[in-house]
């Protein structure tokens, strides 16, 4: 096995250690780090949070860290409000919180974001996808995406940590069509798995 970054040779192709199942080791600590060094690149400085025991770690890394204003907020309605608020000021806002939470925001989302054309980005967990061991959540795996389908907001979702990048592609993206962006994040990524 070589050094980080390193490849060897497998048949006629270069295989990366990633691909080797080589992976460096992460923990939640090391992804939460990274997503805000993205949303500080993309020009992102206000984030606000609801709790939720896949994000704690985020949660724990915006709220120490500098570079973000971080708002712990007490309903995901008043996400939508605070950052579609910052909007105005220049820099819209990150609303990170949870699967359930997010469904909860669908009207105020249509009705102020929509109708208003105020980006903001939704970081959320993938609860109730498969690897969730919540019972309670299986509902919002079984109808999270038809929802996001029928509000015809944009969304992608992050499973590997590599793909964390098109965070800062769906903040900046976001500005330019006027509306909100959905980034769901898996357990695995979260938890610095994958």
């Known amino acids: 096995m070589g050094c980080a970054g390193s490849t060897e040779k497998i048949g006629m192709q270069a295989k990366s250690e990633t691909e080797l199942g080589d992976s460096p080791k992460r923990n939640a600590s090391d992804v ?3 997503v805000a060094d993205i949303l500080s690149d993309a020009k992102a400085n206000l984030v606000a949070s609801l709790p939720d025991n896949w994000i704690a770690p985020m949660i724990r890394h915006f709220d120490a860290d500098n570079r973000f204003r971080h708002v712990p907020v007490n309903r995901e309605e008043s996400a939508v409000g605070l950052c579609s608020g910052a909007f105005f000021t220049g820099a819209p806002g990150v609303a990170l919180i949870g699967a359930s939470g997010f469904l909860t925001c669908v009207y105020a989302i249509t009705k102020i974001n929509y109708t208003y054309q ?28 038809s929802v996001m389908d029928a509000i015809d907001i944009p969304f992608i979702d992050i499973e590997r940590y590599d793909d964390l990048e098109k965070i800062g592609a769906a903040y900046r993206h976001m500005s330019v069509i006027g509306r909100p962006y959905v980034v769901g994040l898996s357990r695995d990524v979260l938890r610095g798995n994958r």
Do not use: C, E, Q
Request: charged share 25%; hydrophobic share 40%.
């Open 32 to 34: 939460a780090r990274r």
């Open 118 to 145: 105020i980006p903001m980005l939704f970081l959320i967990t993938m609860r109730g996808d498969p690897g969730d061991p919540a019972r309670y959540h299986v509902s919002n795996g079984l109808y999270l995406r």
